[in-house]
Nanobody, 117 residues
Framework: QVQLVESGGGLVQAGGSLRLSCTHS????????MGWYRQAPGNQRDLVAV???????NYEDSVKGRFAISRDNAKNTVYLQMNSLKPEDTAVYYC???????????WGQGTQVTVSS
């Protein structure tokens, strides 16, 4: 059973930084994509950033230049470095793992990020 555990959320002032981490356990076969999504109250869960097994990444437009996703395959961990945070970045951030070949989809429990103005 694959499990994802996130950490690193919290309260920060606008302009500040946070680093989220997500570590997965369990057996995964083949290449997989890891990503971060966020969900603000009353909104749907939206993609923030994704990174594939080869390190190629993609970002939602509003976070380009401010957020950076990375992964350490040896540690089964994906990171999201968030800089120049804005109040509109406030949301619950969820880690996601998706296996390319089998299409299996896994979610973490979510971690709250709150940016005060």
């Amino acid at each position: 059973q694959v499990q994802l555990v996130e950490s690193g959320g919290g309260l920060v002032q606008a302009g500040g930084s946070l680093r989220l981490s997500c570590t997965h356990s369990g057996s995964i076969f083949g290449p997989y994509v890891m990503g971060w999504y966020r969900q603000a109250p009353g909104n749907q869960r939206d993609l923030v950033a994704v990174i594939d097994s080869g390190g190629r990444s993609n970002y939602e437009d509003s976070v380009k230049g401010r957020f950076a996703i990375s992964r350490d395959n040896a540690k089964n961990t994906v990171y999201l470095q968030m800089n120049s945070l804005k109040p509109e970045d406030t949301a619950v951030y969820y880690c996601n793992l998706n296996t390319v070949v089998w299409g299996q989809n896994y979610w973490g429990q979510g971690t709250q990020v709150t940016v005060s103005s």
